[in-house]
Nanobody
Framework: QVQLVESGGGLVQAGGSLRLSCAAS????????MGWFRQAPGKEREFVAA????????RYKDSVKGRFTISRDNAKNTVYLQMNSLKPEDTAVYYC???????????????WGQGTQVTVSS
């Protein structure tokens, strides 16, 4: 399994932006589809965005379309999540995930990072 380390979280005002990064090591990064999920207190972990191994296929949660952008750099073994126009309801711990294909169901994934906190104040 590839090891995943997220960074870039923090506290931001509503309408602001953050860029999350997830650095992978110990595996063949380009062989994994990568995803971002999030988990708010008291809620289940939910899908946010995912990108295929080549970057050609991308999926987003409906509520983040037009605001979030997922991308990857296979040369740097890193996946990114650019988050713009942030809302208080985006507040959560954001997790990076690696899988053999794009998946949107968290329980099907076993390879996770440790998470990074994103807090959006109103």
């Amino acid at each position: 399994q590839v090891q995943l380390v997220e960074s870039g979280g923090g506290l931001v005002q509503a309408g602001g932006s953050l860029r999350l990064s997830c650095a992978a090591s110990g595996g063949t990064f380009s062989s994994y589809a990568m995803g971002w999920f999030r988990q708010a207190p008291g809620k289940e972990r939910e899908f946010v965005a995912a990108i295929s191994q080549s970057g050609l296929f991308i999926r987003y949660k409906d509520s983040v379309k037009g605001r979030f952008t997922i991308s990857r750099d296979n040369a740097k073994n890193t996946v990114y999540l650019q988050m713009n126009s942030l809302k208080p309801e985006d507040t959560a711990v954001y997790y990076c995930a690696a899988h053999s294909a794009i998946v949107t169901i968290a329980r099907t994934i076993s390879n996770w990072g440790q998470g990074t906190q994103v807090t959006v104040s109103s």
